[in-house]
């Protein structure tokens, strides 16, 4: 194989969506696993569609995943530019190329010319498309003398540069995901490659630059197989067949209901985040949540991402992005599309949360801690940490799963108040405060011997004990073992909860 050369290729058109990611990781995965290189170019050639912000949250979203890049806008390299914008200069040349050799003529239509065209065919019901079957027709340097196709071009009227798409002829792509791909060129239509305002179009800025980095194999999506054959046409239109590329177009992501492709649109009002991180609109203010803020880990993130379109081969579904690098191979990647399941990428993300050190753990905890000006010392931060991590899918569970630690409750869950404060509940409640105050062992172990045979000697039910010093602990039915919490908080916290809820809830 040559040497393997990728490229993530994105428009800064708005945020970059997570089959965007997908993309990248793939292209990067494939890289690494062939000591290959890696490279970020911004194909902003539409300056129409541009998004201020984009390219910054692309770059951003892709580091925050652990996507590497060995050259690109960010990092320059031995093919800078890498945004097309700042290449412009080069594409006229290769426009030129193609007006020379007679694959590609000037076109002079206005777009009120071909509005009406289009207007008209479709009255008709058909549809209209510049190509072999109009061209001949229009006002272009097919139909025109020299001198007036010079004329015009002198005067500086507006032009653009159309490709010459073959009359009738099978183009074949051959695609390592999809094997053959055969068009008839009759359904192609002559692209515009280059504008007279001196920018280049997708296609053409996309094949030369591919061609000028080196590029040996283009990994993108599907809803770029429909370029694919123009794309192979240019190639041989250039004379750069032996240089193409490979092409493999990845399958889409689609809705979790399989019903379609997963959309911008369909992250918050399905109520899961189709962006890695959250992006405000420049323009309408609006907010799209993300991964990131939403409290995914980037491991896990990667983790699902890889699992959606490609398989190890195997039932091992963790996957570190080393195992991952080792695995991939685009022979297993899908045809078909694959369905977005927001509950697995919790699961994910709950087992690699679950699998971090309890220092790291008690890192998120405390940003949460210091977001909500609460003060906790180190040592009783980490000693939380054991208890909740099980018990959290995403980081924000690790406060849900945890506040009582380090604010006493404000009010007792109702339905548990009714269940099992009984008249007699404060003077149980003070022998335990009594006992609490006795016990020097503060371990977990400890007291769960000792509340255990307290219960026990003085033949008390278990669950009404239990819940009864849960309620007043933490305010409801929840949290970790009863012990394990009175061993965190201390003799004097737990106490003083005690305290209080007898103070609050009366007799
Ligand atoms: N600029 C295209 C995009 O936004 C690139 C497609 C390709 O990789 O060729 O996805």
Redesign the pocket.
Known sequence: MKEVRV?????P?GPLHIG?VR?ALYNYLFARKHHGKFLL?I?DTDQTRFVPGAENYIIESLQWSGIQFDEGVHIGGPYAPYRQSDRKEMYHQYAMQLINNETAYYAFDTPEELEALRKDFESRKETFQYGPQTRMGLRNSLTLSENDVKTLLEAGEHYVIRVRIPDHETIVVQDLIRGLVSVDSHLLDDKVLYKSDGMPT?HLA?VVD?YLMKISH????E??LP?APL?VLLYRYFGWEADMPEFAHLPLLLKPDGNGKLSKRDGDRLGFPVFPLRWTDPKSGEVSSGYRESGYLPEAFINMLALLGWNPGTEQEILSMDELIELFSIDRVGKSGSKFDPEKAKWFNHHYLSALPDEKIAGLLGKILIDKGIDATPVLILSVCPLIKERANLIPDLWEQSWFFFTPPVSYDEKVVQKFWKPETPALLNRISDLLKKQDDFSTDALDIAIKSFIHDNELGMGLVMNTLRLVLVGGSFGPGVAAIISVLGKKEAQSRIEKAIAYLGN
């Open positions: 490229r993530f290729a994105p428009s058109t965007g993309t170019r194909e997708y996309n591919d283009v990994i993108r999506g809803e770029w370029s794309h």
